[in-house]
């Protein structure tokens, strides 16, 4: 499991937004939202592949979290590995690499 910089950005970036509006349920997501990444490496292939991944020359898959407008966790698998490249919240607009 590899969470690239830019992944690890969007992590501390989201993080802090949820903190200055409720510091315990920002870290409930935090604790969450890892738990679910960490998982991606059990069965990488269970996600759909990303709208966004027209923009790669590899797939790029998206997982979902949380509960009802939900995170959008976007990785790949790269020579076996799972890297994390992006996170969202699902009102951003989509990706644009």
Known sequence: MIITPNAADDLTASWIWLRDRNPRAADEWLAGIRNMIL???AMPEAHPIAQESKAFDLPIRRALYGRGTRWRVYY????GAVQVLHIRHGRRS???P
């Open 39 to 41: 998982d991606l490496g």
């Open 76 to 79: 790949a698998v790269i020579d």
């Open 94 to 96: 989509d990706w644009q």
